[in-house]
């Protein structure tokens, strides 16, 4: 069975510029996360889709980023304009909903991104 | 809101035994899972107690006590391969949406030494 599957793997930009990511969850997994992970830090959630829904963006940046989750299936997180503080590796995770007590969430390799 | 203290580092020999401590202070809590990463990997679920107890999955346990509002994962015969960093998360907040809502920990870096 395929994993999370996220691209690109690597992202370099210069300040101000749009950026976006994308991100296929493990197949039959309605849940959909999108995190960001600093350096030594752990995962903090930025958005997280029930299906097409996004149930909790309460993290999310609304002024800069964006989300979509169109069909229930691939997400794109986009970011325009990036900042240099922007600079962290961005995670994608799938899960079953309802996930019961485990809620064991799968992670994608992440998108590392470098803003110049 | 939620908060989680574990350890920054932890160094220990191959095939000996480490327990990583765990607390946490949060608003509501379901339950307590363990993550390991890899330099440059994607976490990995090792595991979730969701009551008090210890879970046994191979080398690796995992025990909670919520009263303490605290959990550990203790990892057995230490191999080369544990190096790695080790998350612990809590899954809380209010019922329905936020009930699967993990909050992670700021993660534990496992140094195995032969």
């Known amino acids: 069975e395929a994993g999370v599957v996220q691209s690109p793997r690597y992202k370099i930009i210069e300040k101000k510029q749009p950026v976006a990511f994308w991100c296929n969850p493990i197949s039959g997994h309605n849940t959909l996360y999108w995190y960001l992970q600093n350096l030594g830090q752990g995962p903090e959630l930025l958005i997280r889709y029930e299906n097409e829904e996004a149930v909790d963006d309460s993290q999310l940046p609304k002024d800069r980023f964006s989300a979509e989750r169109l069909k229930g299936v691939d997400s794109t997180l986009k970011i325009q304009p990036a900042e240099l503080g922007d600079s962290a590796v961005y995670l994608c995770?799938?899960?079953?909903?309802?996930?019961?007590?485990?809620?064991?969430?799968?992670f994608g390799p992440g998108t590392r991104l470098t803003v110049l | 809101g939620q908060s989680l203290e574990q350890p920054s580092e932890v160094t220990a020999v191959e095939g000996a035994i480490v327990q990583i401590n765990c607390t946490y202070q949060?608003?509501?809590?379901?339950?307590l899972s363990w993550y390991q990463q890899h330099d440059g990997g994607a976490p990995t679920f090792l595991s979730y107690n969701g009551l008090d107890g210890l879970e046994e999955t191979g080398r690796f346990s995992s025990f909670l006590s919520r009263s303490d509002s605290y959990g550990y994962l203790l990892l057995q015969e230490l191999q080369m391969k544990d190096s790695a960093s080790y998350f612990c998360?809590?899954?809380?907040?209010?019922?329905?949406?936020?009930?699967?809502?993990?909050?992670f920990g700021k993660g534990t870096k496992l140094s195995v030494i032969p």
């Open positions: 998360a809590v899954r809380g907040g209010h019922s329905g949406a936020g009930s699967y809502q993990l909050t």
């Open positions: 949060t608003s509501g809590f379901y339950g």
């Open positions: 995770a799938s899960s079953l909903t309802p996930a019961g007590g485990r809620n064991e969430q799968f």
